[in-house]
């Protein structure tokens, strides 16, 4: 069956370092993935969209990387800062279908 | 307001009971989606809706889940004889069309509690 897995730890980081986030796929073969911001108590929030044939894609502070060989999405925060502190869930959608399989997510924390 | 709404917020009742959440897409969006998320876990699908379409209900766990949506307006997502395995948090999305890599704009989820 498809499935997702991103780092079920958190992931502690001190401010203005570069947070990594991996998100792997098994089973599926996506056309495209989209990164999702979560704040506790609140609904994701989307961030980014990389498609199949696109390795990279930034946006501000992030970038997003998609290898479809590994399987493998990194999502990038560069200078990161406290106010980045939330859960990040990855998300696989496939052209032409409706449903999008999220990621459990990975909490991530930012020390000042 | 501009976002998905989504109401009660929060909703605490006993087992046994029927329970009705309700979700105010954004306007003009074609496409709703119900999720479930449970405490420290990712989106369960439940069921997708897209315009007069019949909607796709094969993420609805049991019988006891049903959901509706007239047009393209509001839904409602109905759990009968509740059971404790149901709270979770519930969160709608609505999206402008299906597919292609639409983001889902997600409203704050309603909290369910049951006792």
């Known amino acids: 069956s498809q499935k997702i897995e991103q780092n079920s730890e958190a992931l502690n980081i001190q401010e203005g370092k570069t947070a990594t986030l991996t998100c792997n796929y098994t089973n599926y073969s996506p056309a495209y993935l989209q990164w999702y911001r979560q704040d506790p108590g609140r609904g994701p929030v989307f961030l980014l969209l990389?498609?199949?044939?696109?390795k990279e894609k930034r946006k501000e502070r992030l970038k997003v990387t998609f290898d479809t060989t590994l399987k493998q999405s990194l999502f990038h925060i560069t200078a990161s800062q406290p106010a980045d502190s939330a859960t990040y869930l990855c998300a696989l959608g496939s052209t032409g279908g409706f449903k999008t399989i999220f990621g459990a997510g990975t909490r991530l924390f930012v020390k000042a | 307001g501009a976002g998905v709404s989504q109401s009660p917020s929060n909703k605490v009742t006993e087992k046994g009971k029927d329970v009705e959440l309700r979700c105010d897409p954004i306007?003009?969006?074609?496409?709703l989606y119900w999720y479930r998320q449970r405490l420290g876990q990712g989106l369960e699908f439940l069921i997708y809706?897209?315009?007069?379409?019949?909607?796709?209900k094969s993420g609805l766990p049991s019988d006891r889940f049903s959901a509706e949506r007239t047009g393209e307006s509001v839904s409602t997502l109905t759990i009968q004889r509740t059971q404790q395995e149901d709270s979770a948090v519930y969160l709608c999305a609505s999206s402008l069309v299906t597919g292609d890599g639409q983001p889902q704009h997600f409203g704050d989820g309603t909290r369910l509690s049951i006792l």
């Open positions: 306007s003009g969006h074609t496409a």
């Open positions: 990389i498609r199949e044939n696109e």
């Open positions: 809706f897209q315009g007069n379409s019949a909607p796709d």
